[in-house]
T-cell receptor, first 114, second 108 residues
Framework: EADIYQTPRYLVIGTGKKITLECSQT?????MYWYQQDPGMELHLIHY???????EKGDLSSESTVSRIRTEHFPLTLESARPSHTSQYLC?????????????FGEGSWLTVV | AQRVTQPEKLLSVFKGAPVELKCNYS??????LFWYVQYSRQRLQLLLR??SRESIKGFTADLNKGETSFHLKKPFAQEEDSAMYYC??????????FGAGTRLTVKP
């Protein structure tokens, strides 16, 4: 079934650890995104990609990095996690159809850095 | 700058009452606007878009360019409508900007 998968869904790690949040989509979309959202707050775009080997930074400055080696895979990495990185990270992909643009979201990854 | 404003963080109505979730945008181009909804323990999902001029689950939203608004309306709210609602603006062909969201609670 076409979907967007994020792992892990929940992660608690210690300060200074390196973590990678995985995101895969089986929808065949070229554009993919990472949004960051604190509880009760708005979504902020932190990274996006037009396709393989394309990565761009979003509006919100983030110490994370991303890569796009395969169309379906868009992982996000924090080299050294800090408590300020505690947040929810949402992966998404988009398509442009006859009805316009549509963004599809994964279930999100909740990261807690202690 | 492109911006989406949802002035109400919380909105509470009784079942059967009309509901309106406000959204205002700031964009110099031709806007493409959406409403996304997040039910409890579910992922964020598209509710409706202004291009389609559709009614989904009884909700409608009309784009008012003069007032730069895209308010979401439903004449008779149901308890299952309780959720977080986000207004969103697509711009520059590569980004969706979201409002801060409104949490709607429909009381029995």
């Amino acid at each position: 079934e076409a979907d967007i998968y994020q792992t892990p869904r929940y992660l608690v790690i210690g300060t200074g650890k390196k973590i990678t949040l995985e995101c895969s989509q089986t929808m065949g979309h070229d554009k993919m995104y990472w949004y960051q959202q604190d509880p009760g707050m708005e979504l902020h775009l932190i990274h996006y990609s037009y396709g393989v080997n394309s990565t761009e930074k979003g509006d919100l400055s983030s110490e994370s990095t991303v890569s796009r080696i395969r169309t379906e895979h868009f992982p996000l990495t924090l080299e050294s996690a800090r408590p300020s990185h505690t947040s929810q990270y949402l992966c998404a992909s988009s398509e442009k159809g006859l009805s316009g643009n549509t963004i599809y979201f994964g279930e999100g990854s909740w990261l807690t850095v202690v | 700058a492109q911006r989406v404003t949802q002035p109400e963080k919380l909105l509470s109505v009784f079942k059967g009452a009309p509901v309106e979730l406000k959204c205002n945008y700031s964009y110099s181009g031709s806007p493409e606007l959406f409403w996304y909804v997040q039910y409890s323990r579910q992922r964020l999902q598209l509710l409706l878009r202004h291009i389609s001029r559709e009614s989904i689950k009884g909700f409608t939203a009309d784009l008012n360019k003069g007032e730069t608004s895209f308010h979401l309306k439903k004449p008779f709210a149901q308890e299952e409508d309780s959720a977080m609602y986000y207004c969103a603006l697509w711009y520059n062909n590569n980004d969706m900007r979201f409002g801060a969201g409104t949490r709607l609670t429909v009381k029995p």
